[in-house]
């Protein structure tokens, strides 16, 4: 409002400026032709006089005008320049002015690049607010030069006849002629150069203009400088958001539990697989404390925080069993580590949990797996393997009875049954799996076992008699330290020959077993022993027969054998 009010004052005064001179030309007229003898000769030399300042007060008047003009634009150029981020558009509307109120045909500016370098046209505008096309940015790299060295701006009328710029090159071949060329500066750092010309007209650029464009190139590179500031800033903020992101999917995609706290054990970040391990949301756990968020694992994890945080030390593999609100029991496994800044000052924990319960379900049916099944036959069951169908071999087959058991079972208590059952079964496991056999399976009161298979094995049956001897003397220790009526005996039968091994039954149930007339004879040579007796085939004896001491019985009638059996009774080495 006052800009205009000025503007109006200052046309006011060129129009009653404009009249008083018209009347005082009528008056010099009226006087040198009338020349009235009432008019005192001092009159005369008065009205020329005043007539004579007129004019001059008249071109002062528009020189003022001039000026409010320029600093109105200089104003608005700071105005524009710092209204906005987009440094581009700016800058095309600040040369678009500049070329308005010089008259120059064309106006640059040069930028030097943030890590320094050589300066590049960044905006190149010409009189109709156009974009000056590549091949047509000829300018005096003469005088670009000379106010990047000197940091001072250079006017010229007419580069052509300037004794600065006598014969240069650019200045000659481009046909330069009124140039204006300013430097732009920040905290004493030369950052580019605003250059104007005019290839035509030459006189055109006044003081009045250097004056004009050196205060916007200082406002130009103020604003450049923040806007490259806020550029870094922002692109910085992209590779941190980036960053984040990145992180937040890594985090996301860890099939582990990762949280860290602070130093006062507040959690302040968690992934998706905590949530799901520990039962809980992100909004219940971030922000609190590890006692008001995990009230159930608190009391166990603390001396690991506070070891990570006043010891700095690192814990690992720290299992943990609880029971969650959410899940029940379960078995975690943590990692303690100190969680430290860019100086390696602790500034909380961070806390790496993982979901062991389904692991330890597995290990304790693997186990009970493995009591009940050879290891070597877990070894060799593979999940391709687990198909209908066998191998032959041949093989040493053993069966142990437990003699009189039933009748024993008549007088104890289921309870003491079993645990009497377990233990004389348990030490005829042990003598098989000492010597590498497999066992097949439990028969009530009976165990069933062979060696050679699925582990090739050439003494095999000679294992098979160093198993059977030493279930007879395990027998003998636990008949030693058991009462009376709970000692018991092993009926044990050894055979050798073919038989096929592998699973039988369906996919929803195999059984990993031997099939074949060996094996039943093994069965009926079995029982036929006696109480602590071990009756073996022939076939058996012959394998062994230089090693081992034995004694000659009679052929065995078994059930469902055609013909006898011919045995012989195992004493010992």
Not at 242 to 266: C, H, Y
Not at 312 to 327: D, K, N, P
Not at 369 to 392: D, H, N, Y
Not at 469 to 481: E, F
Request: charged share 20%; hydrophobic share 45%.
């Amino acid at each position: 409002m006052a800009a205009a009010t000025q503007s109006s004052q200052l046309i006011t005064l060129e129009q009653q400026l404009a009249n008083l001179d018209s009347v005082f030309r009528e008056i010099q007229t009226y006087l040198a032709t009338q020349r009235p003898a009432f008019v005192p000769g001092r009159v005369y030399g008065a009205v020329d006089q005043i007539a004579a300042q007129i004019p001059l007060l008249r071109e002062q008047a528009s020189l003022v005008e001039n000026d409010r003009q320029s600093l109105r634009a200089l104003a608005q150029m700071g105005q524009v320049v710092n209204s906005s981020i987009d440094l581009d558009e700016v800058l095309q509307i600040v040369m678009d002015t500049i070329i308005r109120l010089t008259g120059a045909e064309r106006g640059f500016l040069l930028l030097r690049a943030s890590g320094g370098g050589e300066l590049e046209v960044r905006v190149a505008r010409d009189r109709v607010q156009g974009d000056v096309v590549q091949d047509d940015i000829a300018i005096s790299r003469t005088v670009v030069n000379r106010v990047v060295s000197e940091s001072q701006p250079i006017l010229t009328t007419n580069a052509a006849e300037d004794p600065r710029f006598e014969g240069q090159h650019s200045i000659m071949a481009f046909n330069l002629r009124s140039i204006l060329c300013v430097p732009m500066t920040v905290k004493q750092e030369l950052i580019g150069v605003i250059y104007a010309d005019n290839r035509i007209r030459s006189g055109l650029f006044t003081k009045r203009h250097l004056e004009l464009l050196t205060g916007f190139a200082n406002q130009a590179a103020t604003a450049i400088e923040n806007a490259r500031l806020f550029s870094s800033v922002r692109q910085t903020l992209e590779e941190v958001s980036g960053l984040k992101n990145l992180m937040d999917n890594v985090l996301f995609s860890i099939p582990s539990g990762v949280l860290t706290t602070n130093a006062d054990e507040k959690i302040l970040l968690c992934n998706r697989a905590v949530s799901e391990i520990l039962g809980a949301s992100e909004a219940e756990l971030l922000g609190k404390a590890i006692q008001e968020a995990l009230p159930h694992l608190a009391s166990s994890i603390a001396p690991y925080t506070t070891r990570a945080l006043r010891e700095e030390q690192t814990s690992t593999g720290v299992e943990i069993a609880a029971s969650l609100t959410e899940r029940g029991p379960v078995d975690l496994r943590f990692s303690f580590s100190p969680l430290k800044d860019g100086q390696h000052e602790t500034q909380g924990v961070a806390i790496v949990l993982e979901d062991m319960t389904e692991t330890r379900r597995l290990e304790a049916q693997h186990s009970l797996f493995e009591r009940m099944v050879s290891p070597a036959v877990i070894e060799e069951l593979t999940p391709g393997s687990l198909q209908p169908g066998g191998q032959r071999r041949e093989v040493t087959v053993l069966f142990a009875d437990i003699r009189g058991f039933t009748s024993f079972s008549e007088t104890v208590e289921p309870e003491v049954l079993v645990s009497v059952l377990n233990r004389y079964l348990a030490a005829a496991a042990d003598a098989v799996l000492e010597q590498d056999g497999t066992v097949d399976k439990f028969l009530g009161d009976a165990v069933m076992a062979w060696f050679n298979a699925p582990i090739p094995q050439p003494d095999h049956t000679l294992r098979a008699v160093r198993a059977a001897l030493a279930m007879r003397d395990a027998v003998a220790r636990l008949n030693a330290a058991a009462i009376a009526g709970e000692r018991l005996t092993f009926g044990i039968g050894i055979n050798c020959g073919e038989a096929v091994i592998g699973l039988v039954g369906t996919e929803k149930r195999l059984d990993y077993t031997a099939i074949g007339d060996c094996v039943n004879t093994a069965k009926r040579i079995q029982e036929n022993a006696a109480g602590g007796q071990i009756l073996m085939s022939l076939a058996a004896y012959e394998q062994v027969k230089h090693l081992v001491l034995a004694r000659k019985c009679q052929p065995l009638l078994a059930h469902g054998k055609r013909e006898p059996i011919q045995v012989v009774e195992l004493i010992g080495f």
